[in-house]
């Protein structure tokens, strides 16, 4: 079964005399008839507090693929894994028969084997599956990377993700994990009364939030449709129907660049309670993070690229134009004059290009926090107060008409969630929406349009209501201590390569 100093296409000439070799034998490739009794964890479990031989004592079927090999003339030993775990296997001709050991002979590394037998522990301690039959399952053409080396370049993880399974435990392990925290977030919610709902992928309008989407064409309705930028105009009218606490975990589309924080197509939570205000939904929040961390890591306190994250603290909270005067050194005096804030960003080598001219202050600032605040925001950080400008869809503060009562969480110096208390004035959203269309009038990429039907949604009434929205992607990149976004998405969007 030795492989070594074979090219790939010598592997898999060879292997492909083997496959027609056990085809006149008569040995079925790909069966679909056998059932399994135990994993390997139920056999974890099974011979806690035993030892020694208890081949004699129940006979198990288990099923795996086939990682290792070592042969000794009319005996071998296997490892093969399954789901949750790998376990060793002994072969010998005179237990399984001569017919079957001559056939398990032909098999490989990677092929996908059934056996029967009892459990023994070896010299060494090692609990052992004592085969007394064995079958092929499924027959791997291809070799699996080399042991030793095992599966590194990131590209080819990426692309080929079922190899990167395969070969890396740690992997495996992520994704598990990111599952757990799903399931976590879910419960959570579940807890607290909110229903979970599925609004549309494709929709008439791109709405709730400011991005370039994707485009298609349906051809029965001869109509434009773009995928999802977001559901939350969508979830709003659930608020309006009566269900008062709603949540959607939902695949969204951004037709926009591709990063370490950004994929085409990403995972959001996006939850709404009626009743509710954003400062109900921060300290919501700090349980959720809380709780969650906990359950997927053992610990609220967390290493992120070398970082200690305490998610068990209380947060800090902190107002926009406080975190710019404190963190990035801006006069306050300053802060409302546009002129000297864009002298300020160009003594810090902030560029606006050709969109300066059209800025009004709000965006202004909120481009000198992005670029001299974010990144320094690496304990779990609530910014308060955002400028109306860049917050159509949020309520304006009763205290600072200027400023929306909204929040961003910031961890690790990015951005992770987005909440606000919900703008509910139909008149206000209408003249915000005729605000966005001007903007891109005058050169916004990004298309504004006005959703006559969420309008006439409000009209109906909607009651006073928080929302939030939590980038699913970044808070698993956190738990699993991963550098890129691509690192905890099983199939990140990549550049056409030549065929692997």
Do not use: C
Not at 213 to 239: G, V
Not at 258 to 268: A, V, W
Not at 384 to 404: D, K, M
Request: a negative charge; charged letters at 30%.
């Amino acid at each position: 079964m030795s492989e070594i100093r074979e090219t790939a296409t010598d592997v898999i000439q060879r292997r492909k005399e083997k496959i027609q070799a056990l085809v006149e034998a008569g040995v079925e490739l790909f069966p679909n008839d056998y059932r399994i009794s135990h994993t390997v964890q139920d056999i974890q479990h099974l011979v806690e507090g035993k030892s020694g031989d208890i081949s004699g004592e129940f006979s198990v079927s288990m099923a795996g693929r086939m990682m290792a090999v070592n042969l000794f003339g009319k005996s071998a030993f296997i490892r093969f894994r399954d789901r949750t775990g790998q376990l060793q296997a002994y072969i010998r001709m005179d237990k399984v028969g001569a017919p079957a050991y001559a056939m398990f002979k032909k098999l490989d590394i990677g092929d996908f084997v059934g056996m029967t037998g009892g459990l023994f522990q070896t010299k060494t301690g090692e609990w052992t599956l004592l085969a007394d039959s064995i079958r092929l399952l499924s027959k791997a053409m291809r070799p699996l990377p080399e042991k030793f080396h095992g599966l590194k370049d990131p590209e080819k993880r990426y692309r080929q993700r079922y190899l990167d399974l395969i070969m890396n435990g740690d992997v495996r392990e992520l994704f598990m994990k990111r599952s757990r925290m799903v399931q976590a977030i879910r419960a959570f919610l579940l807890d607290r009364a909110f229903l979970e709902v599925e609004t549309p992928m494709m929709q008439p309008l791109p709405g709730g939030a400011d991005a370039k989407p994707f485009k298609t064409f349906h051809n029965s309705l001869s109509m434009d449709l773009f995928l999802r930028i977001a559901p939350e105009l969508y979830l709003k009218r659930l608020i309006t129907g009566g269900f008062e606490r709603v949540f959607e975990i939902n695949r969204n589309f951004r037709n926009e660049g591709i990063s370490t924080r950004h994929n085409p197509e990403f995972t959001m939570l996006e939850f709404y309670q009626a009743y509710a205000t954003y400062e109900d939904l921060m300290t919501m929040t700090e349980e959720m993070f809380r709780d969650v961390a906990r359950q997927v890591t053992g610990s609220a306190r967390i290493v992120y690229q070398g970082e200690t994250i305490d998610f068990g603290e209380t947060w800090r909270r902190l107002p926009m134009l406080e975190s710019l005067e404190k963190i990035a050194g801006v006069d306050p005096s300053m802060l409302d004059s546009r002129e000297q804030l864009l002298d300020f960003a160009g003594s810090k080598g902030i560029s606006f290009g050709g969109e300066s001219d059209d800025m009004g202050i709000g965006k202004i600032l909120t481009k000198l926090f992005d670029v001299l605040v974010e990144p320094k925001l690496i304990q779990p950080t609530f910014i308060t107060g955002y400028p109306i400008e860049v917050s159509p869809l949020s309520r304006r503060s009763s205290r600072q008409p200027e400023f929306a009562d909204r929040f961003e969480l910031f961890i690790a110096g990015r951005e992770i969630a987005n909440g606000f208390s919900e703008l509910n004035d139909p008149e206000d959203q209408k003249n915000r929406f005729v605000e966005q269309l001007n903007h891109k009038e005058a050169g916004d990429e990004t298309p504004h349009m006005i959703d006559e039907d969420y309008i006439t949604a409000l009209e109906y009434g909607m009651p006073p209501t928080a929302g939030e929205g939590i980038g699913i992607d970044r808070l698993a990149m956190l738990l699993t201590d991963s550098a890129s976004i691509r690192d905890v998405i099983l199939f990140p969007h990549m550049k056409p390569a030549e065929k692997l």
